[in-house]
Protein backbone atom coordinates (compact mmCIF):
# COMPACT_ATOMS: atom_id res chain seq x y z
CA UNK A 1 0.00 0.00 0.00
CA UNK A 2 1.27 3.80 -1.00
CA UNK A 3 1.62 6.19 1.31
CA UNK A 4 2.95 9.93 1.35
CA UNK A 5 6.72 10.42 2.27
CA UNK A 6 6.04 11.80 6.30
CA UNK A 7 8.21 14.02 8.14
CA UNK A 8 8.44 11.19 10.43
CA UNK A 9 10.14 9.04 7.64
CA UNK A 10 12.74 11.72 6.74
CA UNK A 11 13.64 12.10 10.07
CA UNK A 12 14.22 8.58 10.78
CA UNK A 13 16.30 8.50 7.69
CA UNK A 14 18.53 11.03 8.83
CA UNK A 15 19.19 9.82 11.84
CA UNK A 16 20.26 6.47 10.11
CA UNK A 17 22.68 8.58 8.36
CA UNK A 18 23.79 10.07 11.31
CA UNK A 19 24.63 6.84 13.08
CA UNK A 20 26.37 4.99 10.35
CA UNK A 21 29.72 4.17 11.36
CA UNK A 22 31.71 3.99 8.68
CA UNK A 23 34.72 0.82 8.38
CA UNK A 24 38.10 1.69 9.66
CA UNK A 25 40.43 1.50 7.39
CA UNK A 26 43.98 0.45 8.61
CA UNK A 27 47.12 0.39 6.83
CA UNK A 28 48.66 -2.78 8.58
CA UNK A 29 52.34 -1.50 8.21
CA UNK A 30 51.66 1.23 10.57
CA UNK A 31 49.62 -0.52 13.28
CA UNK A 32 52.77 -1.38 15.23
CA UNK A 33 52.69 0.69 19.01
CA UNK A 34 48.82 1.46 18.10
CA UNK A 35 46.57 1.77 20.87
CA UNK A 36 43.24 -0.18 21.09
CA UNK A 37 40.41 -0.69 23.86
CA UNK A 38 38.24 -4.02 23.92
CA UNK A 39 34.75 -2.86 23.58
CA UNK A 40 34.40 -6.12 26.11
CA UNK A 41 37.25 -6.38 28.15
CA UNK A 42 37.81 -9.38 30.15
CA UNK A 43 39.85 -10.04 33.33
CA UNK A 44 40.40 -6.12 33.28
CA UNK A 45 42.29 -6.37 30.29
CA UNK A 46 40.71 -2.93 28.63
CA UNK A 47 43.82 -1.21 26.97
CA UNK A 48 45.79 -3.12 24.65
CA UNK A 49 48.97 -2.30 22.77
CA UNK A 50 50.38 -3.89 19.57
CA UNK A 51 53.27 -4.58 19.92
CA UNK A 52 54.92 -7.02 16.98
CA UNK A 53 53.56 -7.54 13.47
CA UNK A 54 53.79 -11.32 12.50
CA UNK A 55 55.08 -11.50 9.14
CA UNK A 56 53.89 -14.68 6.99
CA UNK A 57 56.46 -17.11 6.13
CA UNK A 58 57.14 -15.81 2.24
CA UNK A 59 59.39 -12.80 2.21
CA UNK A 60 57.85 -10.28 1.06
CA UNK A 61 53.88 -11.51 2.01
CA UNK A 62 51.58 -9.23 3.60
CA UNK A 63 51.21 -8.75 7.36
CA UNK A 64 48.23 -11.83 8.28
CA UNK A 65 48.54 -11.04 12.31
CA UNK A 66 49.60 -8.49 15.16
CA UNK A 67 50.47 -9.41 18.58
CA UNK A 68 48.65 -6.84 21.13
CA UNK A 69 49.74 -6.49 25.16
CA UNK A 70 47.42 -5.79 27.69
CA UNK A 71 48.35 -2.47 29.39
CA UNK A 72 46.99 -3.71 32.92
CA UNK A 73 48.26 -7.97 32.70
CA UNK A 74 51.35 -7.71 30.19
CA UNK A 75 49.77 -10.69 28.72
CA UNK A 76 49.70 -10.98 25.01
CA UNK A 77 47.85 -12.81 22.53
CA UNK A 78 47.96 -12.77 18.32
CA UNK A 79 44.93 -12.35 16.46
CA UNK A 80 44.88 -11.49 12.83
CA UNK A 81 45.15 -7.45 12.28
CA UNK A 82 41.90 -7.20 10.43
CA UNK A 83 39.80 -8.15 13.51
CA UNK A 84 40.53 -4.86 14.54
CA UNK A 85 38.35 -3.83 11.96
CA UNK A 86 35.43 -4.62 13.97
CA UNK A 87 33.85 -1.76 15.73
CA UNK A 88 31.61 -4.20 17.83
CA UNK A 89 35.02 -5.74 19.11
CA UNK A 90 37.68 -3.12 19.15
CA UNK A 91 38.16 0.52 19.58
CA UNK A 92 40.69 2.86 18.09
CA UNK A 93 43.06 4.57 21.05
CA UNK A 94 42.51 4.36 24.47
CA UNK A 95 38.53 5.33 25.47
Not at 10 to 26: D, G
Request: charged share 20%; net charge positive; proline share 8%.
Amino acid sequence: MWRPHTFADTYAESLCKMCFIPPLHLNPKKLLLSKWTAVAPQNKEKHFLVVTLVMPDAVYGPIEHVELEAVHSRQRCVLPWRDLTDASRWLQGWK
